[in-house]
T-cell receptor, first 115, second 113 residues
Framework: EPEVTQTPSHQVTQMGQEVILRCVPISNHLYFYWYRQILGQKVEFLVSFYNNEISEKSEIFDDQFSVERPDGSNFTLKIRSTKLEDSAMYFC?????????????FGNGTRLTVT | GDSVTQMEGPVTLSEEAFLTINCTYTATGYPSLFWYVQYPGEGLQLLLKATKADDKGSNKGFEATYRKETTSFHLEKGSVQVSDSAVYFCALAGGTSYGKLTFGQGTILTVHP
């Protein structure tokens, strides 16, 4: 069964550094998402992406964050200047249709640790 | 905005016990409702879903019924196994936003032999 893959599985970075988290969504899916989960807390929506543009973003997704689909297969999340509070598990997801109409398929996540 | 509230956890059960995890939601319109499961070290996997009132979603012995009158989508299983130990998330999509899932806070389930 096709799956969403994320790399790296664990990223350690120093405060103020830039990080790029990478995702390869399922190939025939058109909608892409980033979520994060701070340890022991709920899964929070960051951003959704469709037709090469952001379709929705949360208050968390401020100017430090950006997303890109640089080619036909990858979907990336960039954090320009990391803060301690950015430490979390970041999940990429994709869906064939909108979230209302088709289930999201999640990757196994990238654990980001900011020191 | 949309929100999902799950029962407080963690939940600890013995094998073959009956499981209920409560979930209620607040949303405008007619959202779709989902249960996702997260096993240790893995991402979230869809467990079951329901797209309209009175629909029952089911998978792997788990069931949940979309109750619009009580705005609930409680997860049940008649006889849990040790392998069901995981974190369970209730979620909705399509209330104020068609474009994202809104999750509850998750319920940790531990099943002992």
């Amino acid at each position: 069964e096709p799956e969403v893959t994320q790399t790296p599985s664990h990223q350690v970075t120093q405060m103020g550094q830039e990080v790029i988290l990478r995702c390869v969504p399922i190939s025939n899916h058109l909608y892409f998402y980033w979520y994060r989960q701070i340890l022991g807390q709920k899964v929070e929506f960051l951003v959704s992406f469709y037709n090469n543009e952001i379709s929705e973003k949360s208050e968390i997704f401020d100017d430090q964050f950006s997303v890109e689909r640089p080619d036909g297969s990858n979907f990336t999340l960039k954090i320009r200047s990391t803060k301690l509070e950015d430490s979390a598990m970041y999940f990429c997801a994709s869906s064939e249709f909108s979230a209302r109409n088709s289930p999201l398929h999640f990757g196994n996540g990238t654990r980001l640790t900011v020191t | 905005g949309d929100s999902v509230t799950q029962m407080e956890g963690p939940v600890t059960l013995s094998e073959e016990a009956f499981l209920t995890i409560n979930c209620t939601y607040t949303a405008t319109g007619y959202p779709s409702l989902f249960w996702y499961v997260q096993y240790p070290g893995e991402g979230l996997q869809l467990l079951l879903k329901a797209t309209k009132a009175d629909d029952k979603g089911s998978n792997k012995g788990f069931e949940a019924t979309y109750r619009k009158e009580t705005t609930s989508f409680h997860l049940e299983k008649g006889s849990v196994q040790v392998s069901d130990s995981a974190v369970y998330f209730c979620a909705l999509a399509g209330g104020t936003s068609y474009g994202k899932l809104t999750f509850g806070q998750g319920t940790i389930l531990t099943v002992h032999p």
